[in-house]
């Protein structure tokens, strides 16, 4: 088992910056991928950014590339989501989840066994 536990989301002015963390406790070898994906009211669950199983590649869903950076501390089993120049329509719930399959990574939920409760990023004019 994989607990997952973000932080860091509040309102915020558009243009703004945040840095969401996810912290891992359980079952934290570094042996899966892990994203960040949002969901906003009304509309599916999206794939935001992902390290890759080894942690040495990124993938950024288009509408957040120059603009969100992920980034992890092994040492503190914490991945962030740093996030710069945000717009109204980032507002959502942001979910971090780990993934242990047979996959270097995926910008698909279904593919992720473990996920955090979400914490909320309000972006406002």
């Known amino acids: 088992q994989v607990q997952l536990v973000e932080s860091g989301g509040r309102s915020v002015q558009a243009g703004g910056s945040l840095r969401l963390s996810c912290a891992a406790s359980g079952r934290t070898t570094s042996n899966y991928y892990i994203g960040w994906f949002r969901q906003a009211p009304g509309k599916e669950r999206e794939f935001v950014a992902a390290f890759t199983r080894t942690g040495g590649s990124t993938y950024y869903t288009d509408s957040v590339k120059g603009r969100f950076t992920i980034s992890r501390d092994n040492a503190k089993n914490t991945v962030y989501l740093q996030m710069n120049s945000l717009k109204l329509e980032d507002t959502a719930l942001y979910h971090c989840?780990?993934?242990?399959?047979?996959?270097?990574?995926?910008?698909?939920?279904?593919?992720?066994?473990?996920w955090g409760q979400g914490t909320q990023v309000t972006v406002s004019s």
């Open positions: 989840a780990a993934g242990y399959r047979a996959y270097m990574w995926s910008s698909s939920p279904n593919l992720y066994d473990y």
